[in-house]
Nanobody, 116 residues
Framework: QVQLVESGGGSVQPGGSLRLSCAAS????????MGWYRQTPGKERELVAS???????NYADSVKGRFTISKNNPWNTVWLQMSGLKAEDTAVYYC??????????WGQGTQVTVSS
């Protein structure tokens, strides 16, 4: 069992920055990966960035060079540092945890709005 608490969403102007945080509790030793996904109305949820226990990182092409994912050690938290934000980054961002054995847990989502 894993519980996730997300924070850091908000409203910013284009070009601004925001830092999302996802704190996990529970069977942390079983975590294989943590990541951030986002979803806008009418679209499927899509990967933004993910990081594995061995620090393998994946980014969506649309955010590469602007977003940075990181985690602490011992591992219980993942952060998404978002810079150079664009209007198209507006979405609800969800934290996702995958355990060894492929069990999946989702956070409640946090709204990110980029507008002038």
């Amino acid at each position: 069992q894993v519980q996730l608490v997300e924070s850091g969403g908000g409203s910013v102007q284009p070009g601004g920055s925001l830092r999302l945080s996802c704190a996990a509790s529970g069977r942390l030793f079983s975590m294989y990966s943590m990541g951030w996904y986002r979803q806008t109305p009418g679209k499927e949820r899509e990967l933004v960035a993910s990081i594995t226990r061995d620090d393998t990182i994946n980014y969506a092409d649309s955010v590469k060079g602007r977003f940075t994912i990181s985690k602490n050690n011992p591992w219980n938290t993942v952060w998404l540092q978002m810079s150079g934000l664009k209007a198209e980054d507006t979405a609800v961002y969800y934290c996702k945890v995958v355990l060894f054995g492929a069990s999946v847990y989702w956070g409640q989502g946090t709204q990110v709005t980029v507008s002038s």
